[in-house]
């Protein structure tokens, strides 16, 4: 009993911050029905900056956050003006495969640049523990979690007290009628975008002290970040959060009680189950063109 | 040349000299520069790419469905014919049939299941199940020899064929593999992956049972690249679950393909002859499997980004467009339409009892969140009617049609067609029973030929029609017919979205008629078209009402309704509010109401508000 309440708290902390790093995601596919294959390798590009900044610095890495978040906003918008931009009329798969592509030029990259091996930051924390009774929580875990939290809720305060969050709100429930009372769809999308990538940012620096990280990391997160979306329902911010901390928690489970090996299947697994029984997911609206009328 | 001419069905045409000549240069090379080993491998997966760019074009160049986990079925092909071979000790070429079969029954099982999700749901699942298969692979050791891999037999046969035997086999499955595709392109079944890709909902609409399709195509997509599979693991003589299932080799395939020419016939060779090259050259430029990621990577964005149709659709449409300007646009204009009304002998005979219910709706109800589109509503159309559905906008037509054809699903009530309750049944099956549609909008498959188009409908399924060749042949002459009923004869080489909206409403129904139906809607047939076409319209519906057929007619144009429907049936707010003939209509207060909005309820409403 001792061991699956640990396992769940666990699943908890760890799901708070994929609600972070998913929110992202889900918002760029909410407003301009893009998924963003490069979103994984974003959260890499961003962790090993953090790592980067730490070890030339010394600085505590979900400070260097800070420096992070706003690097990755301006990195969001540049990319969108480069290349999103430009096919967004496009067919669905096109922009799957563009990101795509954008996520594998950002591997090569980043293993060419810096050598191509696995990092993690370890400050004075890294290893230590709250103790709640019989339950620990690990510190770099906990702060993840709050860091995540707080930004989320920054985010969600953003979208929701701003013209331009409700801009951004306004364009992911109803686009044509967004442009029809005056909202430019190509500034928004660019600004959503670069919002999206700025929650990479942060999202990054959080990995770079849970995780240990390489360039090809970016397909593992990119899978956990897309079965937490499409489970919570794809451009639903609440169902961000639901898919996140079930997926959490369903993950740290399948690692204790079955294989570590087999915890990343989990991801895949929920992807294929969801997207054939409800493609809506969890909070998501039915979105006619993901069904095939068979 | 004969032989090749039966298989594709083409006529000779000048490319295939250029083929010719560059198999015979493939063949010869290997003889002739017997010590160049690099570039004989270099050719080696090059071909090997090709097999992979020509399937995957089957299904998503022709079928649409962009996928990248093709190269899970190059796994699934090495890894069964390495671990058959291994067990048993048996040569691997003897073997590599069945890695064709084995990719065959996976992308069977899965195709059933992926099949059903599309656009962005279709990508993800490609990525989410090769990747699936990648961690299988590297987790079930005792099969596949997890990360450590398997290593197979060398090859036994004399050193001095070399590598012949590897380099002849792959050149061998790609020529079968490129011949396969062209023969698909040729067979009906090959139009019905056309048409899927156009517009899936309107290709059941027309009979087209899109599931089998759709796997069927799946399974093409995956037999050759299983088998290919094989050969590369022996080649190889050693595999492991990272280099079998990459996600890289799939992108290598897409980036061939839109290089070559997504959907065409000859783009993914060509794409491949391309794309293979360019990859050794920055292996050997440019050191390291990173700047491998950044070339893909980058290569992949340009193409989307600047050249989404390939080098092959280019060229084709620049010289389709010159040819075209030649011709001048005079075959386009109305004129050219056909006031000839041959007789026509391709419908089947209709049921006699002429005073039955042909369809029958009772209680049908459809809302949209809390908008109640159709109420409970109940009609009849009685064979050999032509039967008029009006009301004013919003009042719920289409939404009947849509539940008629099978475009959506009642919430409640019965619709029973030839005395058989349809309401379950797919699109395609309500087709295959005798029910035809046209839409309001319409929606001919915009990138085929007139003929392709009419061609395209099929009025049952059979497994062995799908081998039909669908561009000769009894279908063609059946379609041709078709077209000069309807006056658009002239017009079966033009591209379908090339014509004029009324045009297209004369192909629309020439395609309908072709599945032989017993009952046809038409959604407005005279909206958005010139007087003397509503005219020509209103003169084909009652011809092909006094052969046999019953129509259900949804119209604004009030002249057109009273001049050629008997019974006409009124709805308002999703239910039926009267029904009679014409004359009666015309004069009931309540349609009257209906139509100027002075709905009795509605007290408040002033008369000045009124239509």
Redesign the interface.
């Known amino acids: 009993m001792e061991k699956l309440i640990q396992t769940i708290i666990l699943g908890l902390l760890i799901g708070g911050v994929y609600s972070l790093m998913a929110s992202g995601l889900t918002l760029i596919?909410g407003v301009m029905n893009i998924?963003n294959?490069a979103h994984g390798a974003f959260l890499v590009l961003s962790a090993l900056v953090t790592w980067e900044i730490w070890k030339t610095t010394g600085m505590d890495p979900l400070l260097a956050g800070l420096i992070t978040t706003p690097m990755m906003f301006v990195f969001g918008w540049v990319v969108y003006k480069l290349?999103l931009q430009?096919?967004r009329n496009?067919?669905?798969?096109?922009t799957?495969?563009?990101t795509?592509?954008?996520?594998?030029?950002?591997?090569?990259?980043m293993?060419?640049v810096t050598r191509?091996v696995f990092r993690s930051v370890t400050p004075s924390y890294f290893s230590s523990s709250f103790h709640l009774g019989p339950f620990f929580l690990p510190k770099p875990q906990v702060y993840g979690c709050i860091a995540a939290i707080t930004f989320m809720v920054l985010l969600y305060l953003g979208l929701t007290r701003t013209w331009t969050g409700r801009a951004i709100r306004a364009s992911s429930q109803n686009l044509s009628s967004a442009q029809l009372i005056g909202i430019s769809s190509t500034s928004v999308a660019a600004l959503t975008f670069a919002v999206a990538a700025a929650t990479t940012g942060f999202g990054g620096s959080i990995l770079s002290v849970l995780f240990t990280f390489f360039?090809a990391s970016h397909?593992v997160w990119i899978?956990r970040l897309?079965g937490i979306i499409?489970l919570g329902g794809?451009g639903s911010l609440p169902g961000v959060v639901i898919g996140a901390l079930a997926l959490g928690i369903a993950e740290t489970m399948t690692a204790t009680y079955i294989s570590l090996?087999?915890a990343?299947?989990v991801?895949?697994?929920v992807?294929?189950a969801v997207?054939?029984v409800r493609?809506q997911g969890i909070l998501g609206v039915k979105l006619r063109?993901?069904?095939?009328?068979? | 040349m004969k032989a090749i001419e039966e298989v594709t069905g083409t006529r000779f045409k000048p490319v295939w000299i250029v083929a010719l000549l560059a198999l015979a240069a493939l063949i010869a090379f290997p003889l002739l520069q017997p010590d160049d080993i690099y570039r004989q491998n270099v050719l080696f997966q090059t071909f090997l790419l090709a097999v992979g760019a020509i399937s995957w074009n089957i299904v998503s160049g022709f079928t649409g469905y962009?996928s990248?986990g093709q190269s899970a079925f190059l796994g699934i092909g090495a890894y069964t014919v390495a671990i058959i071979s291994i067990r048993n000790g048996l040569d691997p070429f003897l073997v590599a049939p069945l890695g064709g079969l084995a990719a065959a029954l996976v992308a069977l099982v899965i195709g059933l299941?992926?099949?059903?999700?599309?656009?962005?749901?279709?990508?993800?699942?490609t990525?989410?199940?090769l990747?699936?298969f990648q961690?299988?692979g590297?987790?079930l050791g005792s099969l596949t020899g997890g990360s450590n891999g398997l290593t197979l037999p060398l090859p036994q046969w004399n050193v001095d064929y070399q590598n012949f035997p590897f380099y002849y086999s792959m050149l061998g499955i790609m020529v079968i593999t490129h011949l396969f595709s062209m023969w698909i392109r040729r067979t009906k079944f090959g139009t019905g992956l056309i048409a899927i890709r156009e517009d899936?909902?309107k290709a059941?609409g027309i009979g087209i049972h899109?599931?089998r399709y759709?796997v069927s195509a799946f399974i093409a997509s995956a037999v050759f690249m299983g088998i290919a599979g094989g050969i590369y693991a022996y080649y190889l003589t050693f595999i492991d679950p990272r280099g079998m299932f990459d996600?890289?080799v799939s992108?290598s395939i897409?980036l061939a393909v839109?290089v070559g020419g997504r959907g065409s016939i000859w783009g993914p060779i060509v794409g491949a002859f391309i794309v293979q090259p360019l990859n050794e050259a920055t292996n050997v430029y440019a050191k390291?499997?990173?700047?491998?990621?950044?070339?893909?990577?980058?290569?992949?964005?340009a193409v989307?980004?600047f050249m989404?149709d390939g080098i092959v659709t280019t060229i084709t449409r620049f010289f389709r467009d010159r040819r075209r300007r030649g011709r001048g646009v005079a075959s386009l204009v109305q004129d050219a339409i056909s006031t000839e009304r041959p007789k026509l002998t391709v419908l089947r005979d209709q049921e006699a009892d002429p005073s039955s219910a042909l369809l029958r709706v009772e209680g049908a109800s459809k809302a949209f969140g809390g908008l109640q589109a159709v109420d409970a509503c109940s009609f009849e159309v009685r064979q050999g009617t032509i039967t008029g559905l009006i009301g004013p906008n919003g009042s719920g037509k289409t939404t009947m049609f849509n539940l008629i054809t099978g475009?959506m699903t009642p919430d409640s009530g019965e619709i029973e067609f030839r005395g058989r309750r349809i309401e379950g049944l797919?699109?395609w099956d309500r087709a295959h029973l005798g029910l035809g549609r046209t839409y309001q909008i319409t929606r001919l498959f915009r990138q085929m030929t007139v003929l392709e188009n009419v061609i395209a409908p099929l009025s049952e399924f059979r497994w062995r029609q799908l081998g039909a060749d669908g561009m000769h042949g009894p279908e063609k002459d059946k379609a041709l017919e078709l077209l000069n009923y309807v006056g658009m004869g002239k017009f079966g080489e033009e591209r379908a979205g090339d014509l004029s909206f009324g045009q297209q409403k004369l192909v629309e129904l020439a395609q309908v008629l072709m599945l032989e139906p017993r009952l046809v809607l038409l959604d407005e047939p005279a909206g958005g078209i010139n007087p003397v076409l509503i005219e020509r319209l209103a003169g084909l519906i009652q011809d092909l009402n006094q052969q046999g057929i019953t129509f259900l007619l949804v119209e604004h144009n009030m002249p057109l309704v009273l001049k050629l429907c008997d019974p006409v049936i009124v709805v308002a707010r999703g239910s039926r509010l009267a029904e009679g003939h014409p004359d009666e209509i015309r004069r009931n207060p309540l349609v009257l109401d209906a139509y100027l909005g002075e709905g009795s309820d509605d007290d408040e409403l002033e008369p000045e508000a009124a239509g």
Do not use: C
């Open positions: 596919f998924i294959v290349f430009r096919i496009s067919a669905p798969s096109m799957v495969l563009l795509f592509g954008l996520a594998l030029v950002l591997e090569g990259g293993g060419i191509n360039p397909y899978s897309l499409v794809m090996r087999w990343t299947v991801f895949y697994v992807i294929l997207l054939l493609p063109q993901d069904v095939a009328v068979a | 962009v990248l299941i992926v099949m059903r999700t599309r656009g962005h749901a279709f990508v993800i699942i990525i989410a199940l990747l699936l961690t299988i590297l987790n899936e909902q059941g899109t599931t759709k996600i890289l992108v897409v839109l390291g499997s990173q700047s491998r990621l950044v070339f893909f990577g980058g290569a992949l964005m989307v980004l989404p475009m797919h699109a």
